[in-house]
């Protein structure tokens, strides 16, 4: 028996085949074109997570993950759930640990919201820093109500943790996702109190010294936590701390949110 | 104006927003490519996607003169292929693997079917004679089989084809040759075993 070039032919022409219906969808997320959408779990409850090859595009509660494909120009393509990598790498980061590399994809956004972001990264766990310490940590110390606005407008809400940055004066202030309740319950979950956060702030204590070292600290910063309460010293500015000898703590740098530079 | 010279005037233009349409236009023949130099449709898949992706950053550097004087069917399939290639040279290091034959009917959706005559033993029949050639077709060295799958599963036109291969037009269109001629070997050869099987 012999085979004709024809049939031959015929028969590697026949092995042409269609591409399975994956292949587009998730070839324009890989360029960032569309975004993957999954739900996650959280502290406020289940929230979406929008994503592409570039990195994570969003954290969104449920009414605006249904209108992320119209803000952000991508179609959605939603999957049953996150990639093991990336979700283990967003508990890592809500568990505390800042080393834990995400990827962000924050295109159309501008170079002051990315600084403003990128700072609040700077906030370990279980502590704050006021809005004035962002804008003065970046460089841009008259520009507190820009950093607040940045803040509101923070796409990756909970993986840049914009709910570590309280007002001035001391109260939690407002959060984009889904309001101030969930701020309080996701700081709450973080080990802090935020009741007594707000009572101390009313009471005029903003800064907190400890007798023994002669630092002054954020109420929050971590290198106070073990402080003996018969060292604690509370001031209502960095001006009455310096008077009294106190230098600011090099960890949580209270200098740059109050305006002032300790001599 | 055909197709892909429209598609190249617009990715000069507008790469992001004309994206989606090239890879609607060429999805299917990347794939085809990949799932005959790999065997694997998961492993194709990738290395379509991957293909994608990288012309995608490539056209994203390009400028948009280059974009517009690029061959793109030729063009396509050298990423498709060269990613092949990396692939098979890595399953290459790590041993062989096992042949998945069955693998082709794994969900994946077969090209639609217009005649009306085609009843379903015809249908497995061309299904098994499908998978008996595409099993041929993996047992060619790799250069043998890509000037085949490029040629006639794709059905890139000779000049096309030395573009992609990067060899002159005579050298490919003899590797052409020599590989219908091992594959027509290799079929008629399995054809006399089953038939001396038989008689024996």
């Not at chain 1, 607040?148 to 993986?159: D, E, F, K, S, Y």
């Not at chain 2, 498709?80 to 890595?90: A, D, E, G, K, Y």
Request: charged letters at 25%; glycine letters at 8%; aromatic letters at 4%.
């Amino acid at each position: 028996m012999t085979t004709d070039d024809r049939t031959l032919e015929a028969a590697m022409a026949d092995l042409a085949t269609t591409a399975p219906p994956t292949l587009a969808p998730n070839t324009l997320v890989a360029v960032g074109l569309a975004d993957h959408m999954a739900r996650m779990a959280s502290v406020i409850g289940p929230l979406y997570v929008a994503w592409n090859g570039l990195g994570v595009s969003a954290v969104e509660s449920a009414e605006f993950a249904d209108t992320h494909s119209a803000r952000t120009g991508r179609p959605v393509v939603p999957v049953d759930r996150l990639p093991s990598a990336l979700a283990e790498a967003i508990d890592r980061r809500l568990a505390g640990d800042r080393r834990v590399r995400i990827d962000l994809d924050l295109r159309g956004h501008s170079e002051f919201e990315r600084d403003v972001w990128r700072k609040a990264l700077d906030i370990p766990r279980g502590e704050v820093r006021p809005y004035g310490w962002v804008a003065g940590e970046i460089g841009r110390p008259k520009a507190v109500r820009a950093v607040g606005t940045a803040l509101g407008h923070n796409p990756v809400p909970l993986i840049v943790p914009c709910h570590r940055v309280v007002r001035t004066d001391g109260t939690i202030g407002q959060y984009s996702l889904g309001g101030p309740e969930n701020k309080r319950t996701i700081l709450a979950s973080e080990g802090l109190d935020p009741d007594e956060m707000e009572a101390a702030a009313r009471r005029g204590e903003r800064l907190i010294g400890c007798a023994s070292t002669g630092i002054v600290c954020w109420p929050t910063c971590h290198t106070g936590r073990h402080m003996l309460p018969k060292n604690r010293r509370p001031f209502r500015s960095l001006a009455a701390a310096a008077e009294a000898g106190y230098r600011p703590c090099k960890m949580c740098r209270p200098a740059s949110g109050t305006g002032t530079i300790a001599a | 104006m055909d197709t892909d010279t429209r598609l190249v005037a617009d990715l000069a233009r507008d790469l992001d927003g004309t994206f989606e349409a090239l890879v609607l236009a060429h999805q299917d023949r990347c794939y085809s490519i990949a799932l005959r130099m790999l065997g694997d449709p998961g492993a194709a898949e990738e290395a379509a996607q991957d293909a994608f992706v990288r012309a995608y950053r490539a056209l994203a550097g390009y400028e948009p003169s280059r974009i517009r004087d690029l061959r793109l069917r030729a063009w396509l399939a050298t990423i498709v292929l060269n990613l092949c290639r990396t692939r098979l040279s890595r399953r290459r290091a790590v041993g062989p693997q096992p042949l998945s034959l069955d693998l082709e009917g794994s969900g994946l959706p077969e090209p639609v079917t217009t005649d009306p005559s085609t009843s379903p033993a015809a249908v497995v029949d061309r299904h098994a004679e499908r998978d008996r050639w595409a099993d041929l077709l993996s047992t060619l060295p790799p250069a043998y089989r890509a000037a085949v799958v490029l040629r006639h599963v794709d059905g890139l036109s000779y000049p096309d084809l030395a573009l992609a291969l990067d060899r002159p037009e005579g050298t490919v269109k003899a590797q052409v040759h020599r590989g219908l001629a091992m594959l027509r070997t290799a079929y008629e050869a399995a054809d006399r075993l089953a038939c001396e099987e038989m008689t024996a």
